[in-house]
T-cell receptor, first 112, second 109 residues
Framework: KAGVTQTPRYLIKTRGQQVTLSCSPI?????VSWYQQTPGQGLQFLFE???????NKGNFPGRFSGRQFSNSRSEMNVSTLELGDSALYLC???????????FGPGTRLTVT | DAKTTQPTSMDCAEGRAANLPCNHS???????VYWYRQIHSQGPQYIIH???NNETNEMASLIITEDRKSSTLILPHATLRDTAVYYC??????????FGTGTSLTVIP
């Protein structure tokens, strides 16, 4: 079974721009979660989608948004990028609530 | 928002058992404890989880105290490939995981 895939793997953007990251979960998994990882703050939960509905949201500003499609693929969008948004963005999928989450390799975003 | 506290770092001799402690004194009765690890630059990897009974799988054992305020992850025979950051996590609500800062485990030859 293929693992969680994230595209692109690396991205460089300029402050003020917007960016869209993509995540394809493991086949059959309906839950997709997004995390931001930075050296200073560690791994922080962004939001979780299940069957196209956002069920949980972390403490991030409205510039961070996401969506999930009917095939469970998910996208995350960050608008008006700030230098502090530079981070590794991780996506994780699970089959059902409470199941272990399988993480993708992440997208490394650098904002200059 | 992390609901767990862990030591920042630990060392373990290769071949010995690695015992990683975690405090989760505010855990609620229906909240599970999960353990993940992250090897540098990779996505976190699931290890084990439990509610109140001790659990064991091919990777590790999880010992949860009777009052559920703390737990210990045991890697029975640590190898160099077990060097990683280990996260003790409480799952809140549907699928909301708070990772905290984790314990950096170094396995020494």
């Amino acid at each position: 079974k293929a693992g969680v895939t994230q595209t692109p793997r690396y991205l460089i953007k300029t402050r003020g721009q917007q960016v869209t990251l993509s995540c394809s979960p493991i086949s059959g998994h309906r839950s997709v979660s997004w995390y931001q990882q930075t050296p200073g703050q560690g791994l922080q939960f962004l939001f979780e989608y299940f069957s196209e509905t956002q069920r949980n949201k972390g403490n991030f500003p409205g510039r961070f948004s996401g969506r999930q499609f009917s095939n469970s693929r998910s996208e995350m969008n960050v608008s008006t990028l700030e230098l502090g948004d530079s981070a590794l963005y991780l996506c994780a999928s699970s089959a059902l609530t409470g199941d272990e989450q399988y993480f993708g390799p992440g997208t490394r975003l650098t904002v200059t | 928002d992390a609901k767990t506290t862990q030591p920042t770092s630990m060392d373990c001799a290769e071949g010995r058992a690695a015992n990683l402690p975690c405090n989760h004194s505010t855990i609620s009765g229906n909240e599970y404890v999960y353990w993940y690890r992250q090897i540098h630059s990779q996505g976190p990897q699931y290890i084990i989880h439990g509610l109140k009974n001790n659990e064991t799988n091919e990777m590790a054992s999880l010992i949860i105290t009777e009052d559920r305020k703390s737990s210990t992850l045991i890697l029975p025979h640590a190898t160099l490939r077990d060097t990683a950051v280990y996260y003790c996590i409480v799952r809140v609500g549907w699928n909301q995981f708070y990772f905290g800062t984790g314990t950096s485990l170094t396995v020494i030859p």
